[in-house]
């Protein structure tokens, strides 16, 4: 079965600083991961995905993601935070083995940045 | 926009009341999912459409029912909810058999049963 760990209900970093949202996943074939971010009272908004080739990707408002296989995880990254980037955030993953449906999503971190 | 629009936006209904929630996609997907989403819970998945045809239920109570007519359109039927219903519920649509494999979510509809 699949499954998504994120470890922190909460992160806390100051505007300017790079910030980090930590994901781990388990699958039984190989993972496409996902991150997303839900602002108050909205769905979520993709933020970008890791489905094959270079381990670094990157997605939309300057965020980037390390997939590393050997310790199963998949961390959000970002160089230099905005207060404006202060959401939910969600790590997702999919068995490349399952077609169709099943995304299994983490419970969420909670993302504030302060002034 | 996502492509994905939902209505309505907010709903407040009795325990006896049969209401519908409607979601359409603007993207060509041919899957479309039903989330429910409560407070400090993870997301959970309701229904799944493939193809139109339903291929998922997740142990959801028989108080909700989905529908889906075309491969645009999907709707949760609701009847006789309970208290515990109240939540926001999102509808996502994906492209299954492509090479994009995300989910595009709609803006929810946040529900009250009161």
């Known amino acids: 079965a699949q499954s998504v760990a994120q470890p922190e209900d909460q992160v806390n970093v100051a505007e300017g600083n790079p910030l980090t949202v930590k994901c781990t996943y388990s699958?039984?074939?190989?993972?496409?991961l996902f991150w997303y971010v839900q602002y108050p009272n909205r769905g979520l908004q993709f933020l970008l995905k890791y489905i094959t080739g270079d381990n670094l990707v990157k997605g939309s408002y300057g965020f980037e993601a390390e997939f590393n296989k050997s310790q199963t995880s998949f961390h959000l990254k970002k160089p230099s935070a905005l207060v404006s980037d202060s959401a939910l955030y969600f790590c997702a993953v999919r068995d490349e083995g399952n077609y169709g449906q099943n995304f299994v999503f983490g419970p969420g971190t909670r993302l504030s940045v302060l002034p | 926009e996502t492509g994905v629009t939902q209505t309505p936006r907010h709903l407040v209904m009795g325990m006896t009341n049969k209401k519908s929630l409607k979601c359409e996609q603007h993207l060509g997907h041919n899957a479309m999912y039903w989330y429910k989403q409560s407070a400090k819970k993870p997301l959970e998945l309701m229904f799944v459409?493939?193809?139109?045809?339903?291929?998922e239920n997740n142990s959801v109570p028989s108080r909700f029912s989905p529908e889906c007519p075309n491969s645009s359109h999907l709707f949760l039927h609701l009847h006789t909810l309970q208290p515990e219903d109240s939540a926001l519920y999102l509808c996502?649509?994906?492209?299954?058999?492509?090479?994009?494999?995300?989910?595009?979510f709609g803006p929810g509809t946040r529900l009250t049963v009161t």
């Open positions: 996502a649509s994906s492209q299954e058999g492509g090479r994009d494999y995300e989910q595009y």
């Open positions: 459409y493939n193809f139109k045809e339903q291929t």
């Open positions: 699958v039984s074939g190989n993972p496409y």
